[in-house]
């Protein structure tokens, strides 16, 4: 059986949650923790991101209902009142209702941008058409998780991760291994770069990495970095 295959459908669901960003913080770290132990786990949540990934550009942005208009719609025509207006109850009561609408919708929108800024960049890092290894980066910790997947060890030389951004010139992110998945604190300096459509490309270095701070071996796989 796969490694895709060998986990339970309470796994699949964590892993799904886990994609979609909706884990509290004990429960994504306890998640994170498992990604880099577990490869049918990494994998789930691999194919949940990659399954997802596409619905992001469908969404469009909804600009909040017209809840004032429709409030004032609501008023009764001005007419004379011997205690005025701040003495009439149903005043009160459509001021109080407008409040708790403008209450919600400004939740709602707080929400959806809150859930926004938090959604992690994923990136099937491929060579040859065959995913060599998977990429989350957490932006609120300032790390990245590499999971290996089809990638197989070098004997002489290790896999080197690189950040590609706009500009083109690759900067040294860390070491990455064959046999299990490793989180990389992103340097300072490089957490503005990391973002959506910066490319990460891995390389066969000489153990330790490049002496040069520059790819020095063969690039032999990269991926594009996509919001989830």
């Not at 060998?6 to 998640?31: K, Q």
């Not at 960049?121 to 060599?132: F, P, Q």
């Not at 998780?145 to 991760?161: F, G, H, I, K």
Request: hydrophobic fraction near 50%.
């Amino acid at each position: 059986m796969s490694d895709l295959t060998d986990h339970s459908p309470e796994d699949d669901l964590l892993a799904a949650e886990f994609a979609l960003g909706v884990l509290a913080d004990a429960e994504r770290a306890a998640a994170e923790q498992r990604i880099a132990g577990d490869r049918g786990f990494a994998l789930a949540v691999a194919a949940w991101e990659e399954r997802l990934a596409p619905w992001a550009a469908e969404i469009t942005e909804a600009a909040p209902p017209a809840v004032w208009d429709r409030i004032a719609a609501a008023l009764p025509a001005d007419k004379p009142q011997a205690d005025g207006i701040w003495q009439n109850l149903a005043f009160w009561r459509i001021f109080a209702l407008a409040s708790a609408l403008a209450a919600a919708c400004l939740g709602a929108f707080i929400y959806v941008g809150a859930i926004s800024q938090q959604s992690p960049l994923v990136a099937a890092i491929e060579a040859n058409g065959s995913r060599a290894f998977v990429a989350t980066i957490d932006a609120r910790r300032g790390t990245i998780a590499v999971q290996p997947a089809s990638y197989a060890a070098d004997a002489t030389r290790e896999p080197e991760l690189w950040l590609i951004p706009a500009d083109g010139k690759p900067r040294p992110l860390g070491m990455l291994r064959a046999d299990r998945a490793v989180s990389i604190a992103i340097p300072s300096d490089l957490a503005a770069l990391t973002v959506s459509n910066a490319v990460l490309a891995v390389s066969l270095e000489p153990p330790g990495g490049s002496p040069t701070g520059q790819p020095t071996g063969p690039v032999i796989a990269t991926g594009k970095l996509t919001n989830l």
